[in-house]
């Protein structure tokens, strides 16, 4: 084992985890290969850029080792549902971008449009 300060190569401490950056490289290389193969794209997917957090990891694992019925059991519902909340901010977000690039001048009225709307109903009710 490495001497040194504690904490600094946490990955001799842990079995199975990848000891380099070469070994790291490795791992993403071999799934970006089975992405590619699988989809027919040269590129990574946009879905990638999207899920994955989920998709390489999901990935990765079942690989090393295939879930079985009573793995699946044991998943917090609670942990579950905030992922899917984070994935939708994230495709909105995503969404949100391809519009401005689509149409700037759209997007960018229809903000205004949104952002002046609640100064409107605020100055209706005083009257």
């Not at 001799?12 to 490795?26: C, F, I």
């Not at 080792?65 to 905030?82: I, K, N, T």
């Not at 700037?104 to 009257?127: G, N």
């Amino acid at each position: 084992m490495h001497q040194g300060r504690p904490g600094l190569f946490h990955c001799y401490a842990v079995p199975g985890l990848p000891r380099t950056n070469n070994d790291l490289e490795q791992l993403f290389g071999s799934q970006r290969y089975h992405e590619r193969r699988a989809t027919g794209r040269k590129t990574a997917s946009p879905a990638v850029v999207l899920r994955g957090e989920v998709r390489l990891t999901a990935a990765i694992a079942t690989r090393r080792h295939p879930p079985a019925a009573r793995d699946l059991g044991r998943v917090s519902r609670e942990r579950w549902r905030e992922l899917c909340h984070r994935l939708a901010q994230r495709r909105h977000a995503r969404t949100l971008r391809t519009r401005f690039r689509r149409n700037p001048h759209a997007y960018l009225a229809e903000l205004e449009q949104a952002a002046c709307q609640p100064t409107l109903l605020a100055q209706k009710k005083r009257i």
